[in-house]
């Protein structure tokens, strides 16, 4: 069982900065694939940035040039830095893990990002 922790989201105007934590337990980090997904009212949930075991990322389209994930072995910590925040970013963001060698997917609490002058 992968336990899931969010932290960092928050209220910030149009143009700031957020950074999202995910600390996760209970599995091998290293070899747990991790993700990024968000889901703003009666919208579907939609995948905002992923990162492979290996380091390799993808993005939607939509937050490319202005999101980075990365993930901090050491620490068991998967980070989302958002940057340059648009009223459209506003959402409750989820992290997500999926062990590579054990399989299943785990979902965090979530955390609310407005983003709202």
């Known amino acids: 069982q992968v336990q899931l922790v969010e932290s960092g989201g928050g209220l910030v105007q149009p143009g700031g900065s957020l950074r999202l934590s995910c600390v996760a337990s209970?599995?091998?980090?290293?070899?747990?694939?991790m993700a990024w997904y968000r889901q703003a009212p009666g919208k579907q949930r939609e995948l905002v940035a992923a990162?492979?075991?290996?380091?390799?990322?993808n993005y939607l389209d939509s937050v490319k040039g202005r999101f980075t994930i990365s993930r901090e072995n050491t620490k068991n910590t998967v980070y989302l830095q958002m940057n340059s925040l648009k009223p459209e970013d506003t959402a409750v963001y989820s992290c997500?893990?999926?062990?590579?060698?054990?399989?299943?997917?785990?979902w965090g609490q979530g955390t609310q990002v407005t983003v709202s002058s």
């Open positions: 997500h893990a999926r062990p590579v060698l054990s399989g299943g997917n785990y």
């Open positions: 209970g599995s091998i980090f290293s070899m747990t694939a």
């Open positions: 990162i492979t075991t290996g380091g390799a990322t």
